[in-house]
């Protein structure tokens, strides 16, 4: 979009600039549907630099694509077989040709050279991208997005569990639970485990969940647990009763998930 001028003697340098800022947000919106909220508290240099970036950001939707690999130099992609002490200058040769071209790869501490190497060619290398960078910008790639780790998932399903049992406004979902599920010493079916769910939640008039924090994935051979830190409230009549300390779940690969299996925390455990 070309600089807009306003010329009105009437009409101060910050005015104008106020004026122009509107034309751009509803060229904005009547070319590519995108409504642009202008805050009167916000300076007007500010929202004209916030909509110039939002206007190339729109046009690059619509700009010419390309291979990550071809958009950084590359005429073929490396090869997937190099010997192990070639491997992580590779890397770092890739690393700064992406970071050149505005794009950003997290890798996780626990992720060796090899497994890096081939997110980076099999992955990132070959995905649709503008032809140009967009100046300014940063794409981030994570590794850990592409290539969840176990304790990641498990984490997810036991914090899903939390929150789906300390949310009364809806069912709790019992496809969460394993079809055995466990007391401290003893097996129970998931039905049985339901019932527990449910006389749990009748206590209260009301329940939210305050806080969670994951902390160690455990496999001693027995089973899988994780621990947490939990706190939430409870209310009965009007009394708020609070709820905090460190939980443990045992959870169980079923139907190609994990799954729930015991729970041990504070206000609660089947």
């Known amino acids: 979009m070309k600089e807009q001028h306003n010329f009105s003697s009437g009409l101060t340098p910050e005015e104008n600039l106020a004026a122009d800022n509107a034309l751009r947000a509803l ?15 916000a300076p007007p240099e500010i929202l004209q630099q916030f909509l110039k970036n939002v206007e190339a950001f729109e046009s690059q939707q619509s700009a010419p694509t390309t291979t990550v690999a071809k958009r ?4 073929a992609v490396p ?4 010997l192990p002490e070639e491997v992580h200058e590779e890397i770092d040769r890739l690393q700064s040709l992406l970071e050149a ?13 090899a497994d890096f190497y081939h997110f980076i060619i099999a992955d990132i290398l070959p995905m649709e991208v503008p032809e140009q960078a967009l100046p300014g910008m940063v794409s981030v790639f994570n590794y850990g997005e592409f290539y969840p780790d176990e304790k990641s998932i498990i984490e997810l399903a036991v914090e899903m569990f939390l929150l789906d049992l300390l949310d ?3 069912p709790f979902r019992e496809e969460q639970l394993s079809e055995e599920c466990r007391t401290d010493n003893e097996a129970i079916s998931r039905s049985q485990a339901m019932e527990k769910i449910s006389a749990f939640r009748s206590l ?32 009965v009549d009007g009394i ?7 939980g443990i779940c045992q959870v169980f690969f079923e139907d190609n998930i994990w799954k729930i299996q015991g729970i041990n925390m504070p206000g609660f455990k089947f």
């Open 27 to 41: 060229n904005l919106e009547l070319k590519h549907g995108a409504f642009v909220h202008l805050s009167d508290d």
């Open 72 to 75: 950084i130099g590359l005429t």
């Open 79 to 82: 090869a997937p077989d190099l």
């Open 101 to 113: 071209q505005g794009i950003l790869l997290i890798r996780p501490e626990n992720v060796g050279d």
């Open 168 to 170: 009364m406004e809806f």
């Open 204 to 235: 209260y008039d009301s329940i939210a969940p305050v806080g969670f924090h994951p902390f160690e994935l455990l496999q001693p051979g027995n089973g899988t647990y994780f621990t947490f830190g939990i706190c939430w409230d409870g209310t």
């Open 240 to 246: 708020k009763e609070r709820h905090e300390g460190l």
